[in-house]
């Protein structure tokens, strides 16, 4: 129960404050980390980078905010002795963006050699993409609607082409199942939205969560989702990106789905439905080229009497490439540091946009490349966002509902950080994401207990402060109990996911059955949930029971759980009259 120390005494803050604050603890991994380096014979500006790594790689146990000053100033000591040599001008690409955007403060200090608080979070951002790609791709599931298929792209696309097809589906997959399908107009209460720079909204589609918030959350809406995927691809080494079509209602593209690269080929991924787009005759993963020339492929999208799908072959003639580049990925410090980077901390972290939009814009069909603007606004819109909750006490408090329970001051980031890392169980001494989500599973007495049961307090080292009122600590243990109820919610349905992704399946059944989807429990990830015990069921042969799951009205991502149920109808040969595929002119109408 001591895990809950630094738990409660943050909460005996106000909310606001539990926004901001870091993580008192870490002294200890500071001390050794310091002392590992006073250990190396190595060069010194190599050390430092090594160093700054090494602080990357722990900030889930260390005070975020000492942190961030460590790594920037070992960063930088780094540069100061390695200056960037040579003439550097900022890419091309930038100049599709609008100006408004184009000056916001990480754009304009692109060509800046000094290491930033913003260089951190892209840091973070990199380093867990990196250790997903490597331990997804040790993993032995995969997607069965189109592994036969895809084993049989070696002659199409040789034998390098179809393992890179393989990795993208996989990543693509992990993705779909990890990342709960938000909406993209936000749901639920919210306060009074505050005004804010660049034409952006509260809470608006896309650019509400950066990249880094949207993988550690694990929830995020389909441009979001997409984001994390094209991220991903870009550690693997896999070029992807959002692909747009043109309107006459906008000047700017409107998002479809994302593309991956191969040769000349441009595959299909809609991070909306959560399924590859599937080929002619709804066979494989269609191409760009598909899509174009096939007026089945897009319009098979429709789910007759639910949904029809917003794109048509006719939309797609001339689409544009939408490169998601954060302004990071594009300055000369990110290309002068991966350089540097040797052995394990080995990451991608610069992107050269100019070179990239040249072989986007080679393929037919695609009509120029452009910088997603998502990559910039969600930037503008976190700032502005913390900007507006030092002074608005209401939003602050609802922001820390929402995701307070992933700040750092409380149990559940560092069991998170090191699920994303792959280190599911414990190793010698140090705890493994399983047993730190475990811990956070209290009985539910427990919690509907803790404000009247003195004992229980004192069990969890929560205790009444002098002078404060008993309104004041009734308040206090609402909140505690808030956040140790989400945090529980979330902790199960987190462990249901990692037993997916160790194939343990008969185990992820059984979490996701009869834990992440208790009926008595309020829960957010109810809907991902399901779609997770859906995919397992599929895994177990359980086909039947799967596709009834996927049809349960209501769900964010119902579009695309009703066409993978009808594919997998289509596989089994159990197809119904609902689900069959609709004729060339069929009219789409949800009653």
Not at 79 to 84: A, Q
Not at 345 to 352: A, I, K
Not at 448 to 454: F, M, P, S
Request: hydrophobic share 40%; aromatic share 10%.
């Amino acid at each position: 129960m001591n895990r809950y120390r630094l738990f409660f005494s943050a909460v005996g803050v106000t909310v606001g404050i539990l926004w901001f604050a870091g993580c008192n603890r870490g002294i200890d991994e500071v001390a050794q980390i310091r002392q590992r380096r006073l250990e190396k014979a190595d060069a010194v500006d190599t050390d430092q980078v090594r160093e700054a790594i090494e602080f990357v790689a722990s900030s889930s146990e260390l005070d975020q905010v000492s942190a961030q000053q460590r790594i920037r100033g070992l960063l930088n000591a780094w540069v100061d002795s390695r200056p960037m040599e040579g003439a550097w001008s900022k890419p091309q690409i930038l100049s599709t963006l609008d100006s408004d955007l184009a000056s916001f403060p990480t754009v304009k200090t692109m060509d800046s050699t000094r290491y930033d608080e913003r260089d951190t979070e892209y840091l973070r951002l990199n380093f867990l993409l990196k250790k997903l790609v490597t331990w997804i791709g040790e993993s032995a599931w995969q997607d069965p609607l189109f592994v036969d298929w895809l084993e049989m792209q070696g002659e199409r696309l040789g034998p390098d082409g179809r393992d890179t097809l393989i990795r993208a589906t996989r990543l693509f997959d992990w993705t779909m199942r990890n990342i709960s399908l938000e909406r993209l107009a936000a749901e639920g209460p919210a306060p009074p939205a505050p005004d804010l720079p660049v034409g952006l909204i509260y809470r608006g589609p896309g650019y509400r969560q950066t990249p880094f918030q949207t993988l550690f959350r694990g929830s995020g809406d389909s441009r979001q989702r997409a984001r994390v995927f094209i991220q991903l691809c870009r550690q693997a080494g896999i070029e992807a990106c959002m692909l747009g079509v043109l309107s006459d209602e906008s000047k700017d593209p409107e998002e479809w789905a994302v593309g991956v690269l191969l040769g000349k080929e441009i595959f299909l991924f809609d991070s909306e439905l959560g399924i590859p787009i599937p080929g002619p005759g709804q066979i494989g993963i269609a191409t760009l080229e598909e899509a174009r020339k096939d007026s089945t492929v897009l319009r098979r999208l429709n789910v007759p009497g639910w949904f029809e799908y917003g794109t048509d072959s006719k939309q797609v003639q001339q689409t544009i490439a939408l490169l998601d580049a954060p302004p990071e990925s594009l300055a000369r410090r990110m290309q002068h540091l991966e350089g540097s980077l040797v052995g394990d901390n080995r990451m991608v972290l610069y992107y050269d946009a100019d070179a990239i939009a040249e072989a986007w814009d080679a393929v037919s069909g695609v009509a120029g490349a452009r910088l997603w603007k998502l990559s910039v606004q969600s930037q503008a819109y976190e700032a502005a966002l913390q900007f507006e909750m030092q002074s608005n006490a209401m939003l602050a408090a609802f922001e820390a509902s929402q995701w307070g329970m992933l700040n750092g001051s409380f149990p559940l980031p560092r069991a998170r950080w090191k699920h994303l890392e792959g280190k599911f169980n414990d190793v010698d001494d140090q705890q493994g994401a399983r047993v730190l989500y475990m811990q956070l599973l209290s009985p539910e007495d427990d919690i509907n207990r803790l404000r009247t049961d003195v004992d229980l307090q004192n069990a969890y080292s929560f205790r009444r402060e002098l002078g404060s009122s008993q309104a004041e600590f009734d308040q206090r243990i609402q909140q505690v109990q808030q956040f140790m109820r989400t945090s529980k919610r979330t902790a199960t349905y987190w462990i249901s996911l990692i037993h997916y992704d160790t194939s343990a399946f008969d185990t992820a059944e059984k979490w996701f059955d009869k834990r992440a989807l208790n009926e008595e429990r309020d829960s957010m990830w109810k809907p991902a949930a399901r779609y997770n015990l859906a995919r397992t069921l599929e895994q177990l042969k359980d086909v039947k029971r799967a596709i009834e799951l996927y049809k349960t009205n209501g769900d964010p991502q119902e579009h695309g759980n009703r066409i993978r149920a009808r594919l997998l109808q289509r596989q089994t040969g159990e197809e119904t009259d609902e689900e069959r595929e609709p004729a060339d002119t069929a009219e789409v109408e949800r009653p």
